[in-house]
């Protein structure tokens, strides 16, 4: 057992001191995931990586009764919160200014030649279309590019073999390309493997 899995089962337990011991392990971690998720972001985008991560932090302080099972799992839920989190300020900041979305460059997701642009909205959306046509790709990319998972972590958490995540992840990537550079009245097919 890793040390960050032993933190994680003690926190668990309702120990807050070991809660704070690995926000302190994986801080500088979370804040590059979140400062990938915000490289690109315009100059009028005021939430920064640590921002990001401390929001999360505290929505996660706030979940009664989590059972952390590993790094990954711990990983996971926070690629979920960071993702609705971003989701939020979006939603915000597009109430408040039309055309003011969050930007993001999608550099995990694309599989064509040129980096897609989109907004954190649109992603979403295309997450939400792939959800329902399958919800194992769309977490498999909330792992991957929320997360910052890797193939082999991403394969833990969803026990699978990193070689079936591996090809599962190419399709979904490739298919959130064409979803969001084709619009969102459209809806392309996706095979099972």
């Not at 929505?59 to 996971?76: G, I, K, T």
């Not at 649109?122 to 959800?131: I, R, S, W, Y």
């Amino acid at each position: 057992m890793t040390e960050t899995t032993e933190l994680l089962l003690r926190w668990s337990e309702g120990e807050s001191d070991a809660r704070d011991s690995l926000l302190n392990r994986l801080y500088p971690e979370l804040t590059r995931v979140a400062g990938r998720h915000l490289a690109n972001e315009s100059a009028a985008m005021t939430l920064q990586p640590h921002a990001l991560v401390h929001e999360a932090y505290i929505r996660l302080v706030e979940m009664d009764r989590v059972q952390w099972r590993n790094r990954a799992h711990f990983f996971a839920l926070s690629a979920r919160l960071m993702r609705q989190i971003l989701i939020d300020a979006a939603r915000k900041r597009n109430a408040a200014k039309r055309n003011g979305g969050i930007r993001v460059t999608l550099a995990g997701i694309s599989s064509g030649p040129d980096q897609l642009q989109t907004d954190v909205l649109m992603l979403h959306g295309a997450l939400e279309k792939l959800a329902a046509v399958d919800a194992d790709r769309a977490h498999l990319v909330e792992l991957r590019f929320f997360g910052g998972l890797t193939i082999r972590e991403t394969a833990e958490v969803l026990d699978l073999s990193p070689a079936t995540v591996k090809r599962r992840w190419e399709v979904a990537r490739g298919w959130l390309y064409r979803e969001m550079k084709t619009g969102p009245d459209s809806m392309p097919s996706i095979e099972k493997s």
